[in-house]
């Protein structure tokens, strides 16, 4: 396949599986994009070439920046013991005994071999490990493990598997020159990605004092920063550009966000440029997993040394080999630090660690798209030209690890742990580490939110937009009538559709099927009204047979709603609404007849009066419970009319500009009281920090769209 075709390819079906996601929430997303990649190879037959340089530039580089960039400053320093020790001892750890039993297992596969699929199949995907951890809620001693080692795992995993790649292809090992080899591509990769970040930031930090501040440019610079460190050690000085990235993104997470030089709208811009390309990576390789499935289980039948059963088995006994050694190392590390805890705080009782525990954390060892990304630039062949020995075999075995991972994590842990939550990772997560965990709580904090009982984010809204409606009310003036109603209208829609979703069925229903009464009412006034006009002869014929051509459709619209129980609070509804009110103001407008434009803006006003007459009226009978009518229902209803009524008295396009001035106005004051809102939830405690934060960035996201919209005009 032509490499442009693959590209447009993969990125439909990125789209595509986050769309089957959304409504098949419980599979991670990941192993949608397996099955997907797997029916474009099967059903398409579609295949990636891939080259192992660019593969680990294009996949690897940006990844690993991204997550150094994210991780959390407070944790990582306060957790630079356990972070190193662990993501360094525990991975060569799982590549030296994982590779002896692999080979154990495997006895044609070469111990290079083994060793690099053991050393490839140690990092685990940080933002699973993440929401994993956070579900099961493990002790800190734990948590400082699962946490902290899937940053810097990904970086020393990769340099075991690239050093065991290359005794394979080479044929040449030597344990002094490889031990000199490690301590200079480790060290030289960590000063690389030191200095080159740091020659980006002062060269940035310049040409910002220079006046260069562009965001755009600024953001793309950040983009390319990855590619250029990982480059520059690999290429020139020969060391880890995998470490060199993780680095650079550390110290641009530190330094890269100076106060003189950082803009909210950089910051913005950045993020959200970061957020697609992770999610488009991800998406990519595992797509990629599932398209080179086939091959490798081609290549595994084609064996007549193994058959594709015995392959499957292999993948389960290397998975278990490989939670078996995580859970061993969990459990004897909280172990130690435990004891050493009782010896150091004699006072104090620490809770010996359970295996429950150490399991959870086991299982959050999921593989993800470095495991895959990296599995996948195995070379073809090996120095002298032959075939690269068990390749077939390792790139099936690491493919049956990670989707053995992603299932058994996808079926225990809801099991096991307490939080039935479906189960995340990168791929279906663009928020870093840091994010997952931005309410900043410690422990002792979360213990105590648990037992508070906060409101849903659909109460919340619905409160902050009803305080935005009053104050709306409160600006209302005969100079702005019209666009008071228009955004009191639009935010009626929003609470009216929230407030059905917090209703039970039974509820939903009486209310829809009162609203539905109302509107009958209504209705029989506006045709009333009408006919009045037309029987007074102070409309023509003309505008008489437009204006009940129009309450006929709107009635034929009630009768198919009222039969399929269409909910009218929602989308539907309110696009039907704004799509009426346009086409009156368009009849109105341009109407080449300037007595039939004058006779529909009358029928119009008179037919919202007669509305909302005819709902008084009904209201004011003896045979009428008023209180069985929802409130939000009927303020929905009259101040339709009311617009209506509103939008009649609009007669040139010269009134325009000042509308949408007013309507600025109100909004700008609108998002006002919604601010105050969330801030007087929240020193209720009605809700948390991290929900607070939540609807203030959406109420800022609002804010931008208003001053972007105002621009454009």
Do not use: C
């Given at each position: 396949?032509?490499?442009?075709?693959a590209?447009?390819?993969?990125?439909?079906?990125?789209?595509?599986?986050?769309?089957?996601?959304?409504?098949?929430?419980?599979?991670?997303?990941?192993?949608?994009q397996?099955v997907?990649?797997?029916g474009?190879?099967?059903?398409?037959?579609?295949?990636?070439?891939?080259?192992?340089?660019?593969?680990?530039?294009?996949?690897?580089?940006?990844?690993?920046?991204?997550?150094?960039?994210r991780?959390?400053?407070?944790?990582?320093?306060?957790l630079?013991g356990?972070?190193?020790?662990?993501?360094?001892?525990?991975?060569?750890?799982?590549?030296?005994?994982?590779?002896?039993?692999?080979?154990?297992?495997?006895?044609?596969?070469?111990f290079?071999?083994?060793?690099?699929?053991?050393?490839?199949l140690?990092?685990?995907?940080?933002?699973?490990?993440?929401?994993?951890?956070k579900?099961?809620?493990?002790?800190?001693?734990?948590?400082?493990?699962?946490?902290?080692?899937?940053?810097i795992?990904?970086?020393?995993?990769?340099?075991?598997?690239?050093?065991?790649?290359?005794?394979t292809?080479?044929?040449?090992?030597s344990?002094?020159?490889?031990?000199?080899?490690f301590?200079?591509?480790?060290?030289?990769?960590?000063?690389?990605?030191?200095?080159?970040?740091?020659?980006?930031?002062?060269?940035?930090?310049?040409?910002?004092?220079?006046?260069?501040?562009?965001?755009?440019?600024?953001?793309?610079?950040?983009?390319?920063?990855?590619?250029?460190?990982?480059?520059?050690?690999?290429?020139?000085?020969?060391?880890?550009?995998?470490?060199?990235?993780?680095?650079?993104?550390?110290?641009?997470?530190?330094?890269?966000?100076?106060?003189d030089?950082?803009?909210?709208?950089l910051?913005?811009?950045?993020?959200?440029?970061?957020?697609?390309?992770?999610?488009?990576?991800?998406?990519?390789?595992?797509?990629?997993?599932?398209?080179e499935?086939?091959?490798?289980?081609?290549?595994?039948?084609?064996?007549?040394?193994?058959?594709t059963?015995?392959?499957l088995?292999?993948?389960?006994?290397?998975?278990?080999?490989?939670?078996?050694?995580?859970?061993?190392?969990?459990?004897?590390?909280?172990?130690?630090?435990?004891i050493?805890?009782?010896?150091?705080?004699?006072?104090k009782?620490?809770?010996?660690?359970?295996?429950?525990?150490?399991?959870?954390?086991?299982?959050?060892?999921?593989?993800?798209?470095?495991?895959?990304?990296?599995?996948?630039?195995?070379?073809?062949?090996?120095?002298?030209?032959?075939?690269?020995?068990?390749?077939?075999?390792?790139?099936?075995?690491?493919?049956?690890?990670?989707i053995?991972?992603l299932?058994?994590?996808?079926?225990m842990?809801?099991?096991i742990?307490?939080?039935?939550?479906?189960?995340?990772?990168?791929?279906n997560?663009?928020?870093?580490?840091?994010?997952?965990?931005?309410?900043?709580?410690?422990?002792?904090?979360?213990?105590?939110?648990?037992?508070?009982k906060?409101?849903?984010?659909?109460?919340?809204?619905?409160?902050?937009?009803?305080?935005?409606?009053?104050?709306i009310?409160?600006?209302?003036?005969?100079?702005?009538?019209?666009?008071?109603?228009?955004?009191?209208?639009?935010?009626?829609?929003?609470?009216?559709r929230?407030?059905?979703?917090?209703?039970?069925?039974?509820?939903?229903?009486?209310?829809?099927?009162?609203?539905?009464?109302?509107?009958r009412?209504?209705?029989?006034?506006?045709?009333?009204?009408?006919?009045?006009?037309?029987?007074?002869?102070?409309?023509?014929?003309?505008?008489?047979?437009?204006?009940?051509?129009?309450?006929?459709?709107?009635?034929?619209?009630?009768?198919?709603?009222?039969?399929h129980?269409?909910?009218?609070?929602?989308?539907t509804?309110?696009?039907?609404v704004?799509?009426?009110?346009?086409?009156?103001?368009?009849?109105?407008?341009?109407n080449?007849?300037?007595?039939?434009?004058?006779?529909?803006?009358l029928?119009?006003?008179?037919?919202?009066?007669?509305?909302?007459?005819?709902?008084?009226?009904?209201?004011?009978?003896?045979?009428?419970?008023?209180?069985?009518?929802?409130?939000?229902?009927?303020?929905?209803l009259i101040?339709?009319?009311?617009?209506?009524?509103?939008l009649?008295?609009?007669?040139s396009?010269?009134?325009?500009?000042?509308?949408?001035?007013?309507?600025?106005?109100?909004?700008?004051?609108?998002?006002?009281?919604?601010?105050?809102?969330?801030?007087?939830?929240?020193?209720?405690?009605n809700i948390?920090?991290s929900?607070a934060a939540?609807?203030?960035?959406?109420?800022?996201?609002?804010?931008?769209v208003?001053?972007?919209?105002?621009?454009?005009?």
């Open positions: 396949m032509h490499i442009l075709e590209v447009i390819l993969l990125m439909t079906l990125v789209v595509f599986s986050n769309v089957v996601d959304h409504f098949v929430p419980s599979v991670p997303v990941s192993l949608i397996v997907l990649g797997l474009a190879a099967l059903i398409m037959n579609v295949t990636i070439p891939l080259e192992t340089d660019w593969f680990l530039l294009l996949f690897i580089a940006p990844l690993l920046f991204n997550d150094g960039r991780f959390p400053k407070k944790e990582l320093w306060k630079r356990p972070i190193l020790a662990n993501a360094i001892v525990l991975v060569f750890l799982t590549t030296i005994l994982g590779g002896l039993l692999f080979h154990l297992l495997i006895p044609t596969m070469p290079s071999v083994s060793f690099a699929l053991a050393a490839i140690s990092p685990t995907d940080p933002v699973a490990v993440q929401s994993i951890s579900r099961a809620k493990l002790p800190e001693g734990i948590l400082h493990i699962v946490s902290g080692e899937s940053l795992n990904d970086a020393s995993g990769l340099i075991a598997f690239k050093y065991a790649i290359a005794a292809v080479t044929g040449v090992f344990i002094k020159t490889a031990a000199i080899d301590v200079y591509i480790s060290i030289m990769g960590f000063i690389s990605g030191l200095i080159v970040m740091g020659l980006i930031l002062l060269m940035e930090n310049w040409l910002y004092r220079q006046g260069i501040n562009d965001v755009i440019f600024s953001t793309v610079l950040q983009v390319t920063t990855p590619f250029v460190v990982y480059l520059v050690t690999e290429e020139f000085l020969h060391a880890s550009g995998v470490i060199a990235v993780v680095t650079a993104g550390i110290i641009f997470h530190f330094y890269g966000t100076a106060p030089r950082s803009q909210p709208e910051k913005l811009v950045s993020e959200k440029t970061w957020d697609i390309i992770i999610y488009t990576l991800n998406g990519i390789v595992f797509l990629i997993l599932g398209i499935l086939p091959l490798a289980t081609t290549n595994v039948i084609q064996n007549n040394r193994i058959n059963f015995s392959a088995g292999i993948s389960f006994v290397a998975w278990f080999i490989l939670l078996a050694i995580r859970v061993i190392w969990i459990y004897g590390y909280q172990a130690f630090t435990s050493r805890s009782q010896k150091i705080e004699s006072l009782t620490k809770e010996m660690p359970t295996f429950k525990a150490a399991l959870l954390a086991g299982l959050s060892g999921v593989r993800g798209a470095v495991t895959m990304a990296g599995v996948l630039s195995i070379p073809m062949a090996v120095e002298n030209g032959l075939p690269f020995p068990s390749r077939s075999l390792a790139l099936f075995v690491a493919a049956g690890v990670i053995i991972s299932v058994v994590a996808t079926v842990l809801p099991l742990s307490e939080d039935k939550a479906p189960l995340l990772t990168r791929a997560s663009t928020d870093g580490p840091d994010e997952l965990d931005a309410d900043g709580l410690d422990d002792e904090d979360e213990e105590d939110d648990e037992e508070t906060y409101i849903s984010e659909d109460e919340a809204r619905v409160y902050i937009m009803k305080l935005a409606v009053q104050r009310e409160e600006e209302r003036r005969p100079n702005n009538q019209k666009e008071a109603f228009d955004l009191i209208l639009d935010y009626q829609f929003l609470i009216r929230l407030e059905l979703k917090l209703q039970d069925k039974k509820e939903m229903d009486s209310i829809i099927s009162d609203e539905l009464a109302l509107r009412v209504a209705l029989r006034g506006e045709r009333a009204a009408v006919q009045k006009l037309y029987d007074d002869q102070k409309i023509s014929k003309q505008a008489y047979l437009i204006a009940t051509a129009k309450l006929q459709r709107l009635e034929n619209r009630m009768i198919h709603s009222i039969g129980k269409i909910k009218l609070g929602h989308g509804a309110r696009n039907f704004k799509l009426r009110n346009r086409i009156s103001l368009w009849l109105i407008r341009h080449t007849d300037e007595d039939i434009s004058d006779e529909l803006a029928i119009q006003r008179e037919q919202a009066k007669a509305a909302i007459s005819a709902l008084s009226d009904y209201f004011a009978r003896d045979d009428i419970d008023n209180q069985r009518f929802d409130s939000q229902s009927v303020y929905h101040v339709h009319y009311r617009n209506q009524i509103e009649a008295k609009v007669h396009k010269k009134q325009t500009k000042n509308q949408a001035m007013n309507y600025q106005s109100l909004r700008i004051k609108a998002l006002a009281a919604e601010r105050e809102g969330v801030q007087v939830l929240l020193e209720q405690g948390d920090w929900m939540h609807l203030r960035q959406y109420i800022n996201y609002s804010e931008t208003l001053i972007m919209d105002y621009q454009n005009q």
